[in-house]
Nanobody
Framework: QVQLVESGGGLVQPGGSLRLSCAAS????????MGWYRQAPGKQRELVAT???????TYVDSVKGRFTISRDNIKNTIYLQMNSLKPEDTAVYYC??????????WGKGNLVTVSS
């Protein structure tokens, strides 16, 4: 079965940095377009970044220049490096294959809180 386990979240001050990791089992990540999603309190889940098998990337406008998505095929892991964090980045962050997200299957996610 597919398992995607997010880690690396926590409490950080505005302007700080955090790196999220997504360790996969039951799926080879480099054959799927993978995404990082987030859900802020009281809001809908949104797609914030993707990385394709060929390593091309996309970002939502609000994180461009601050976040970087990457993959390590040997470790079968996806990362999200988050710099210059803002309070509005506070959310539960999830990783998923884009096609799997469309079926509404999700892991537990990992909370990022940006606050003074």
């Amino acid at each position: 079965q597919v398992q995607l386990v997010e880690s690396g979240g926590g409490l950080v001050q505005p302007g700080g940095s955090l790196r999220l990791s997504c360790a996969a089992s039951g799926i080879i990540l480099n054959i799927y377009t993978m995404g990082w999603y987030r859900q802020a309190p009281g809001k809908q889940r949104e797609l914030v970044a993707t990385v394709a098998p060929g390593s091309s990337t996309t970002y939502v406008d609000s994180v461009k220049g601050r976040f970087t998505i990457s993959r390590d095929n040997i470790k079968n892991t996806i990362y999200l490096q988050m710099n210059s964090l803002k309070p509005e980045d506070t959310a539960v962050y999830y990783c998923n294959a884009v096609r799997r997200a469309a079926t509404n299957q999700w892991g537990k996610g990992n909370l990022v809180t940006v606050s003074s």
